[in-house]
């Protein structure tokens, strides 16, 4: 008899135990419909869709190539992108919001959040190693919203969860809404000029205030090149040829500082109203056209030269530019665009005709 008391005492005693375990770790660990943020395989992403409450809206499409294209209609910034799928890959939950804040932050997430939908190549049918019938699917949706106090954390909810969070990604000092970006600037690639010289087949350098600067560069079947003069179409045959390959494979990487679509319209046509300073044209072999114009960038206010005392009104480090038919403007560094702004003296210096 006392024997099966101490036994029962022991049995309840343990049994105690367990439930305070149990309930201690249900109460600390998150389970898996509120933490399952991170994709695994981004490899097998084919596009991302972010969207925010102000109707803007970012679509990321992987291309057969595997580079990606925004919005169907831009290239997408590399860098950018790498970052964004470490960022997906990575994520991680650090703590659950605390139950004193849980509706302030589901308000918030409601009223000011990024939503984001991942689409992934997947299979109807998977029996272990053997797959069928590939088919593209949405496989995770989640709302970010904005930084946690400390500025090292991100609320967010998986879609379908009654429960917010604070996500993180191990390793970096900081938030990750930033990275959630709905803003087309944030993910356009900067690219001008991205061609070789077998996909040239010519390039017009025009020099409205000084015509006889301007020239047109002409690719004869990718072994030779051709330097014709625009003020009377003479065809040159003194010229560096080793300057003008140089000039020719600089359109390999042309890219511009920065995008300023939302310039107000008023400065904007202020500054473009004038005759450009350069005007760049690109023709390639598939008949598609490039075209470039320049116009100087006023300095907030003038400068002394420090060599020679002259007063300096305008940037001689950057320039604005229209790209894209005129599209888009920006802004660019001499530094870049000195190597394809060459006048046509520059090629024919101390040579006769």
Do not use: C
Not at 148 to 164: H, I, R, S, V
Not at 210 to 217: A, D, G, I, L, M
Not at 281 to 298: C, E, F, H, I, W
Not at 317 to 339: G, H, P, S, T, W
């Amino acid at each position: 008899m006392r024997k099966n008391r101490l036994t029962l005492i022991i049995t309840l005693i343990l049994a105690l135990l367990a439930g305070y375990l149990i309930m201690n770790r249900s109460k600390s660990t998150l389970h898996e419909g509120i933490r399952d943020f991170a994709v695994a395989d981004t490899a097998a992403i084919t596009k991302v869709f972010l969207s925010d409450k102000s109707d803007r809206s970012i679509l990321l499409t992987r291309q057969a190539d595997g580079t990606w294209q925004l919005n169907e209609r831009y290239a997408a910034h590399p860098e950018n992108i790498n970052t964004f799928l470490l960022t997906l890959s990575n994520i991680a939950v650090r703590e659950p919001v605390a139950r004193a804040a849980h509706n302030n932050i589901l308000t918030l997430l409601s009223a000011r959040s990024v939503k984001v939908e991942i689409y992934q190549n997947t299979h109807r049918i998977k029996l272990g190693k053997y797959k069928w019938f590939p088919v593209e699917k949405l496989t995770k949706t989640y709302y970010v919203g904005d930084a946690t106090m400390d500025n090292n954390g991100t609320y967010a909810l998986l879609e379908g969860a009654d429960a917010p969070v604070v996500i993180y990604m191990p390793g970096l000092r900081g938030y990750v809404a930033t990275r959630y970006s709905t803003l087309e600037n944030d993910w356009r690639e900067h690219t001008v000029f991205n061609k070789k010289l077998p996909e040239i087949d010519h390039i017009l350098v025009e020099f409205p205030s000084h015509p006889e600067e301007s020239y047109k560069v002409i690719n004869r079947e990718n072994t030779r090149l051709e330097l014709v003069r625009l003020s009377d179409n003479k065809t040159l045959a003194a010229y560096d040829t080793l300057q003008l390959m140089s000039f020719v494979n600089a359109f390999r990487n042309i890219r511009y500082e920065a995008l300023f679509n939302d310039m107000e319209t008023a400065r904007r046509d202020s500054i473009t109203s004038p005759v450009p300073m350069h005007v760049i044209t690109l023709v390639a072999k598939d008949g598609s056209k490039q075209n470039v114009k320049t116009y100087p960038r006023m300095l907030p206010e003038p400068e002394i030269d420090v060599f020679d005392g002259s007063t300096v009104t305008f940037d001689r480090d950057r320039m604005y530019a229209l790209i894209n038919d005129d599209e888009d403007f920006v802004l660019i560094q001499y530094f870049v665009f000195d190597k394809i702004l060459r006048p046509l003296s520059f090629f024919t210096r101390g040579r006769e005709e």
